[in-house]
């Protein structure tokens, strides 16, 4: 099974600055999905932004953006001008294209990120 | 468009007991899943469907079942309820096919206390 991993359990930003929420994954295949998806303490799971693995252009989704190193295996996600609203809990996921995976995705123990006023 | 959900919300059973955990979906997606989320632990697949009829097993699948007789609906089943089984069940589902992203969407979690 792949391995999605969250080194950094909390961080915290200032309102209005910027800040990078780290992924690493682990895999040997070539053709894949990789997510972002913020859980807010309504804990409702929400998708923030989405790449796929055979392009090379970096997702930007408004303030939220991926930095993706296929070689490195390393999808970071940075969101710009923080605000309140994106305290949550992020959660990093991979997606492999092969179907006889029966579409499985694989979770990071996430990263809590609070925002600071 | 309701999207996919999931009852009930809260639930609180006594060891030994069983219940089911309700999910149906409106998107006409192909695949459903069934997660549990741990404090610190992120989301553990316990069970996952890719079609009417068709079920597997996921990470943790021991002490549940499930079935799919419609592609809407994607009951969680657990039998003789143990303490390990208090967590958070997130029901999801998704339409994958050739060259889609496929992401997933989900209820909005069901808080499970096994006492």
């Known amino acids: 099974a792949q391995t999605v991993t969250q080194s950094q359990p909390e961080m915290s930003v200032q309102e209005a600055e910027t800040v990078t929420l780290s992924c690493t994954y682990d895999?040997?295949?070539?053709?894949?999905?990789l997510f972002w998806y913020k859980q807010p303490p309504s804990r409702q799971m929400i998708l923030v932004i989405r790449?796929?693995?055979?392009?090379?252009q970096n997702a930007t989704e408004n303030r939220f953006s991926v930095n993706f190193q296929k070689a490195a295996k390393s999808f970071s996600l940075k969101i710009s001008d923080s605000q309140l609203g994106d305290a949550a809990m992020y959660f990093c996921?991979?997606?492999?294209?092969?179907?006889?995976?029966?579409?499985?995705?694989?979770f990071g123990t996430g990263t809590s990120l609070t925002v600071i006023p | 468009n309701a999207g996919v959900t999931q009852t009930p919300k809260f639930r609180i059973l006594k060891i030994g007991q069983s219940m089911t955990l309700q999910c149906t979906q409106d998107?006409?997606?192909?695949?459903m899943y069934w997660y549990r989320q741990d404090p610190g632990m992120g989301l553990k697949l316990i069970y996952y469907?890719?079609?009417?009829?068709?079920?597997d097993k996921g990470e943790v699948p021991n002490g549940y079942n499930v079935s799919r007789s419609t592609t809407e609906d994607f009951p969680l089943r657990l039998e003789l309820a143990a303490p390990s089984q208090t967590s958070v069940y997130f029901c999801?589902?998704?339409?994958?096919?050739?060259?889609?992203?496929?992401?997933?969407?989900f209820g909005e979690g069901s808080r499970l206390t096994v006492l």
């Open positions: 999801a589902s998704s339409y994958s096919y050739r060259g889609s992203t496929g992401e997933l969407f």
């Open positions: 895999t040997s295949e070539s053709d894949y999905y």
């Open positions: 790449q796929e693995a055979y392009k090379q």
């Open positions: 996921a991979y997606r492999s294209a092969r179907r006889s995976t029966g579409n499985q995705f694989y």
């Open positions: 998107m006409n997606h192909n695949y």
């Open positions: 469907s890719v079609g009417a009829g068709i079920t």
